[in-house]
């Protein structure tokens, strides 16, 4: 068997890793259900352009799914009803103006997945569906901002309770070493809770007193990392992260079935993901590159049939170190390691 592998350093500074804003960091954590338009305003591929106008300018949107008999069958924008008023031409059906390969999007995704669809495809609105495939919703960019402004006014007082809690977890435990790990394991294919390792972890440096900067840092990478093992693998695969006084190491593990060439999967836009998993709009091929803009250190090993292993490293500086306010590096060699 033949192994490759890559070691990738390079430093974040504080002016590069200013661009992970807490809007940046909210894509990660809203999921598409969360900010949506439902229901959406439908049409039929019977129905005439001039009613899409009516339809538009009533409800002030800018594009409808159509359906028939419960199925979606395409999509009208505005670009296709000012091309009918072009060709003065509104009395035409719908049919003749609608896009009919419509790239859907499911409810339960982030809404980060949705920004990369809108990234690639270029489209104004996706139609959201929901596990069986039934339309719910409509999403735009519109809808997404509105979205992360609600979210930005969220009362954060219990959490501040939870993180003053967290910052003394170490304070009575002795030990030659200080450190927690946490663990979690991820199923293949399942979309569904795809993303929750991440906010957990994300959650948990939160409280253990890490800057939102180092968490939302710390949370892009491994949701990247989760969604490879969600989408890539054949068993799914374990996170593991350890969290010590002067550096976080993030880490996954997986049985298969490797990756054949690495430097090419390092390539933006590139991916594997069938076509089952690109039409639940993941599989953009820009998982890695996150990563690595958001790490100090990576390295990724693979073998084909055999597996892989990703590993992610964060160095703290000295104002960055968790824990209480003397911070965990000044209990080294009295504090314990944890696992969850």
């Known amino acids: 068997m033949n192994t490759d592998s890559i070691r990738a350093e390079r430093v974040i500074t504080d002016g590069a890793a200013g661009i992970i804003t807490r809007v940046e960091e909210l894509a990660y954590e809203l999921k598409v259900g969360e900010v949506m338009t439902s229901p959406a305003r439908t049409v039929t591929p019977d129905m005439r352009m001039s009613d899409v106008l009516a339809l538009f300018r009533d409800f002030k949107v800018s594009g409808a799914p159509v359906m028939v008999n419960g199925q979606l069958v395409g999509i009208v924008s505005i670009a296709d009803?000012?091309?009918a008023l072009q060709e003065n031409n509104t009395p035409a059906a719908v049919s003749e103006y609608m896009t009919t390969q419509v790239t859907t999007l499911e409810a339960g995704s982030p809404v980060i997945e949705a920004l990369k669809l809108f990234a690639k495809t270029k489209v104004g609105r996706l139609p959201v569906v929901d596990q069986a495939g039934t339309l719910v919703g409509i999403i735009t960019k519109g809808d997404i901002t509105r979205g992360v402004l609600r979210a930005l006014e969220t009362d954060y007082q219990e959490e501040e309770v939870r993180k003053y809690r967290a910052r003394h977890l170490f304070e009575d435990i002795v030990s030659d070493r200080t450190s927690l790990t946490l663990r979690y394991k991820i199923q293949q294919g399942d979309f569904a809770h795809g993303g929750n390792a991440s906010s957990h972890i994300k959650r948990a440096l939160v409280r253990l007193g890490a800057s939102p900067q180092l968490a939302r840092r710390c949370g892009?990478?491994?949701?990247?990392?989760?969604?490879?093992?969600?989408?890539?693998?054949?068993?799914?695969?374990?996170?593991?992260?350890?969290?010590?006084?002067?550096?976080?190491?993030?880490?996954?593990?997986?049985?298969?079935?490797?990756?054949?060439?690495?430097?090419?999967?390092m390539t933006p836009g590139y991916s594997t993901a069938p076509d089952s998993v690109r039409e639940l709009g993941f599989g953009a091929g820009m998982g890695l590159k996150n990563i690595q803009r958001c790490v100090d250190d990576m390295y990724l090993d693979s073998t084909l049939g055999r597996g892989t292993r990703l590993e992610m490293r964060i160095f703290l500086k000295p104002e960055e170190q968790l824990g209480d306010t003397n911070a965990l590096a000044d209990r080294a060699g009295k504090n314990g390691g944890m696992s969850q």
Request: proline share 4%; charged share 25%; no cysteine.
């Open 81 to 83: 009803l000012i091309r």
């Open 220 to 265: 892009i990478a491994i949701y990247e990392a989760e969604m490879n093992l969600i989408i890539h693998t054949t068993h799914g695969g374990v996170i593991r992260v350890e969290i010590e006084p002067h550096q976080i190491v993030m880490e996954t593990i997986d049985d298969g079935p490797g990756i054949e060439d690495i430097d090419l999967a």
